[in-house]
């Protein structure tokens, strides 16, 4: 059996290809697909991107199923069955071969069975998520880069962009954070800011990770803090989680932005409780819903 896995988020989407045996048999990247798609225009930038996809597939081979983990969307959602009907579609299967769900269920995959544990994911937004056995799902944080989702990526490139912009309006040397932004867009003049930012949207903020993590490696305080900071933020929703679930889970911390730093785990790790037991995880979500897929399990 040959299943398609599907990752979509805000900044971006990755697919894989693979049969039951695990063996990757394609796999690369669209743009970004999020369940936002409360107007013609979005919902059409999403249908494009469903597009490329089967374009890029079809040049391998046809799946037999599909399973789709979409951020900004619930499972079995009318935004969810749209997604997948559009899927369905595209690929020309029968609806019981596609399912969309929201992310963290396939991202929740890469580190617990159902009911065994929190994991705190941070991709450019971040969220806390606990799946029980019988499928009920508690998250904490997880609201969009507009209103919340500190620590993650986008939250971590506005905080430093937010610290070079005003240390350049009070006359100060924005130091050794200012030179690594500098260098990822090429200058800090206020127009290669301003376009960087505003012609790339939340995408290019988050991109500024690395930059962050370069500058704080070479102990600029600034970043530091703001690292140390992302990764307390992380630990405040697993501690959320865990009060609100009564009882001890082990942790896992996931997601590219979690790893841009060891500052980050280290200060999640010293914020939790002493006793939590923590782990890494860095097997990617798309894999996880490739070999979903190509096994025929539900996520």
């Known amino acids: 059996m040959i299943g398609l896995g599907l990752d979509g988020g805000g900044t971006g989407a990755r697919w894989r290809l693979a049969d039951a045996s695990g063996r990757i048999l394609g796999e690369g990247t669209l743009g970004p697909l999020t369940g936002h798609i409360f107007e013609p225009a979005s919902r059409a930038a999403a249908q494009q991107t469903i597009a490329a996809l089967l374009a890029d597939v079809q040049a391998i081979g046809k799946p037999v199923r599909i399973c789709a983990g979409i951020t900004g969307l619930s499972t079995g959602s009318e935004t969810a069955q749209l997604m997948a009907s559009w899927l369905t579609d595209a690929f020309r299967l029968a609806p019981e071969a596609v399912q969309v769900v929201d992310d963290m269920r396939i991202a929740y995959r890469s580190a617990f069975q159902p009911g065994e544990g929190i994991l705190v994911y941070a991709g450019t937004g971040s969220v806390a998520f606990h799946l029980s056995q019988d499928g009920k799902a508690d998250r904490a944080g997880g609201h969009g880069y507009l209103i919340d989702d500190a620590g993650g990526g986008y939250w971590i490139g506005r905080q430093a962009l937010a610290a070079l912009v005003r240390a350049q309006d009070e006359g100060r040397d924005p130091g050794v954070l200012g030179q690594a932004i500098g260098d990822a867009i090429g200058?800090?003049?206020?127009?290669?800011?301003?376009?960087?930012?505003?012609?790339?949207?939340?995408?290019?903020?988050?991109?500024?990770?690395?930059?962050?993590?370069?500058?704080?490696?070479?102990?600029?305080?600034?970043?530091?803090?703001?690292?140390?900071?992302?990764?307390?933020?992380?630990?405040?929703?697993?501690?959320?989680?865990?009060?609100?679930?009564?009882?001890?889970?082990?942790?896992?911390?996931?997601?590219?932005?979690?790893?841009?730093?060891?500052?980050?785990?280290?200060?999640?790790?010293?914020?939790?409780?002493?006793?939590?037991?923590?782990?890494?995880?860095?097997?990617?979500?798309?894999?996880?819903?490739?070999?979903?897929?190509?096994?025929?399990?539900?996520?």
């Open 187 to 299: 200058g800090l003049d206020w127009e290669q800011i301003r376009r960087h930012v505003y012609g790339g949207g939340r995408a290019a903020v988050a991109a500024l990770v690395p930059a962050v993590a370069k500058a704080a490696a070479r102990d600029d305080e600034v970043a530091t803090t703001i690292l140390s900071s992302a990764g307390e933020e992380l630990a405040r929703l697993a501690r959320v989680l865990l009060a609100r679930l009564g009882r001890e889970q082990p942790v896992a911390l996931a997601g590219g932005a979690s790893r841009a730093s060891p500052l980050i785990f280290s200060h999640f790790r010293a914020s939790l409780p002493r006793d939590a037991v923590l782990r890494q995880v860095t097997q990617p979500p798309v894999e996880v819903a490739a070999r979903l897929a190509a096994e025929g399990l539900a996520a």
